[in-house]
């Protein structure tokens, strides 16, 4: 054990002192502020609910908009909707609250498809690279099994992923708590999903929409991985990865009317299906997506296992 950890610190100190690692933190931080820039707009509008006179603030601005629908149907589809959700407001009796950290937190659950490509990069090279810089042969001629250095790598594809996710989670929050500020420990909004709109906690869609998020990313870095681990070119590597990972939605599609189309791996990593409750095919569910991506995610190990373990360095 105390040799695996060893390793795992390696892989971790390595990974951490490339300016590629230390670039890719910039671009998220540099995305986050400008992110925060563009919601202050959105900030302005809510704070006009503030004040005791919020009721016929929304009433005044439904009229608004009906007033624009009448006068352009091409706003009919976002007016409506605004109408809908101002009216949930009134009829439930629900001052609305004023943007904050904790939604600024939750609209940039997007930027998790930033982090899967990221993690994309570092899975995919992290093999690779032992070969195309030479330096694999100085790795087995310890006295550690390849099966050791095959995990250590593994999981430090593992924890840059977590890290990164929660650095965007806790760096967003700071950055929207110097914008927007905090309303509480446990804010509600009301939100627009399935069933129609609902009054949600704001920290549990925060932990639903990361956690699923999560899943994908822990998928496609494990099969980023397994990539690094079949080819020896980190480019080549890097370059099939990522082309998949953003083809995925087209492959599924191309096969669509097929019924096994849903084992396809890429129709279960978006896990959004299941939050706004449209499967991409019916008899599809989230149990249903686990499964499948369990056994994705064995068979991936697998093939990394052998290929590491077996291949012959020689010549490297």
Do not use: C
Not at 37 to 48: C, I, R
Not at 172 to 195: C, K, R, T, Y
Not at 202 to 215: H, K, M, N, P, T
């Amino acid at each position: 054990m105390s040799n695996f950890l060893q390793l795992l610190m390696n892989e971790q100190i390595k990974l951490y002192l490339r300016k590629s690692t230390w670039i890719m933190y910039i671009l998220i931080s540099v995305l986050v502020v400008g992110l925060a820039f563009l919601s202050n707009y959105g900030a302005e509008q809510m704070e006009t609910y503030q004040d005791e006179n919020w009721r016929q603030t929304l009433q005044d601005e439904n009229a608004e908009l009906q007033k624009e629908m009448e006068q352009d149907d091409m706003t009919q589809g976002w007016n409506t909707q605004q109408i809908e959700e101002n009216n949930y407001y009134l009829d439930h009796d629900i001052q609305p609250r004023s943007y904050d950290a904790w939604q600024f937190v939750m609209e940039n659950k997007f930027l998790l498809s930033l982090v899967s490509l990221l993690t994309i990069i570092v899975a995919a090279g992290i093999i690779a690279n032992e070969f195309k810089w030479g330096t694999i042969k100085l790795l087995l001629i310890r006295p550690i099994t390849r099966t050791k250095i095959l995990a250590s790598k593994y999981v430090s594809v593992l924890l840059f992923a977590l890290f990164t996710l929660l650095y965007v989670l806790i760096f967003s929050w700071f950055v929207g708590a110097l914008f927007f500020g905090i309303n509480g420990m446990d804010p509600h909004i009301v939100l627009s999903q399935d069933e129609g709109f609902v009054y949600v906690s704001v920290i549990q869609q925060i932990i639903e929409g990361y956690g699923l998020q999560l899943i994908t990313l822990v998928m496609m870095a494990t099969f980023a991985f397994m990539i690094s681990a079949i080819f020896r070119q980190s480019s080549l590597a890097i370059g099939i990865a990522i082309f998949l990972m953003l083809s995925g939605n087209a492959i599924v599609s191309f096969f669509a009317e097929y019924s096994w189309a849903k084992y396809i791996l890429f129709a279960n990593t978006n896990m959004d299906q299941y939050v706004n409750g449209s499967p991409m095919f019916e008899g599809m569910s989230l149990g249903f997506s686990l499964t499948v991506l369990a056994v994705y995610y064995v068979i991936f190990l697998a093939i990394s296992w052998v290929f590491f373990t077996k291949r012959d360095v020689a010549g490297h």
